[in-house]
């Protein structure tokens, strides 16, 4: 993930804006007293959607917090590298998303969460597609949740699988990600006729980074900020995915978006879906595409133009988060939605990966 991540659409280059870490400021120790609660639903209305955050608001929301796995924390302020180019990084939230200011489009009353109409998931089986690309990117997170791997030894997932808001869960302890192995490794033929479904093998985190933007304390937590990134001790050897700023949704091939996760109503299987975009706002990606409890923190890409190789390519844009009413003029709709990937957030997830901000400036 290195400055050609940050390429957004199809004849367009997007300034990724540096970040400045400040020196990291011990803290207390976790007490892992929070219970992890995936079905993550919130609210939203007109002003709600359409809101800018304020430059000194998205500074202090972009500072982090690092959890070690003996237990211990530290506190990362940032600086972003002129107050200027921060002003443009608004401004690009606002012309990367077409609806901000626009009229939400009418829809009719859906009663059954998550699930849209006939279910259109599909399991992913047998060996020929649960290790090859895509599929192979999404990995199970001890927590109950989804993971998609965005390097060599890290897994990008929902920050609601690991902290609530006000403290870690108690699973984040000794947080593991789990690597999906087929039935027919070491397996025998009458292991294959029973139809056994995939081993899981699991590796520790060591270190785990969540942004300030989602641990607010007693006031409800945003779902703009649901998002964290893991490190293994020890790199693991499947390809990964690449990310990008988040596209209009004009500028995703087909207009759609993929991910595949781990639903709660089909234990052991990886579930694969796609759908258009519905709706954006500046931090959010709407859609209807059929999810469980469980796909919370599945990498959710697009294939996205690359300047760079001249060509489509899967890229990771946002991070499945889970279902959100909206209410806009007086009329409630539901959607699944996923946290999309803006130039700030991946100027700070790729500081994250990278140890160095100058992996993570464009060319």
Avoid at 4 to 10: K, L, M, V, W
Avoid at 34 to 45: E, G, P, S, V
Avoid at 173 to 197: H, M, Q
């Amino acid at each position: 993930m290195g400055a050609s991540g940050s390429t957004a659409s199809r004849g367009d280059q997007v300034h990724v804006p540096t970040l400045v870490p400040r020196t990291p400021t011990p803290l207390t120790r976790s007490r892992f007293s929070a219970q992890a609660h995936l079905d993550f639903t919130t609210h939203c209305n007109s002003s709600c959607f359409h809101r800018g955050e304020q430059d000194e608001e998205l500074t202090d929301k972009l500072a982090f917090e690092t959890l070690y796995a003996d237990g211990s924390r530290t506190l990362t302020a940032v600086d972003v590298e002129s107050e200027d180019d921060l002003e443009g990084d608004v401004r690009l939230f606002a012309y990367s998303s077409p609806s901000r200011g626009a009229r939400v489009k009418p829809r009719h009353k859906r009663v059954r969460r998550q699930i849209y109409g006939a279910d259109g998931r599909f399991n992913i089986q047998g060996d020929n597609f649960l290790l090859d690309y895509p599929f192979s990117t999404a990995v199970r997170i001890s927590t109950g949740c989804t993971g998609v791997l965005v390097s060599q030894q890290h897994i990008l997932t929902a920050a609601h699988c690991v902290h609530d808001g006000k403290d870690y869960v108690k699973g984040a302890r000794k947080l593991r990600v789990g690597f999906l192995i087929p039935p027919s490794i070491n397996s025998t033929k009458e292991d294959l006729n029973s139809a056994k479904k995939p081993l899981v093998r699991w590796v520790r985190v060591k270190r785990t980074r969540v942004p300030k933007g989602w641990i607010q304390g007693p006031q409800e937590v945003s779902m703009d900020f649901d998002y964290a990134l893991l490190e293994l001790r020890w790199p693991h050897r499947r390809p990964f995915m690449r990310l990008s700023v988040a596209p209009s949704s004009d500028d995703l091939a087909g207009k759609r978006i993929h991910f595949s996760g781990f639903d709660s109503d089909r234990p052991g299987e990886l579930v694969y879906r796609f759908c258009p975009v519905e709706e954006e706002s500046s931090d959010l990606i709407y859609q209807h595409c059929d999810a469980r409890p469980g796909a919370s923190g599945s990498g959710v890409y697009g294939r996205v133009w690359d300047n760079s190789l001249e060509r489509w390519e899967r890229k990771v844009i946002g991070i499945f988060s889970g279902h959100q009413w909206l209410e806009i003029d007086g009329e409630n709709r539901d959607y699944n939605v996923a946290v999309r990937i803006t130039p700030l957030k991946f100027a700070q997830i790729c500081y994250w990966v990278h140890g160095n901000r100058l992996d993570c400036v464009q060319d």
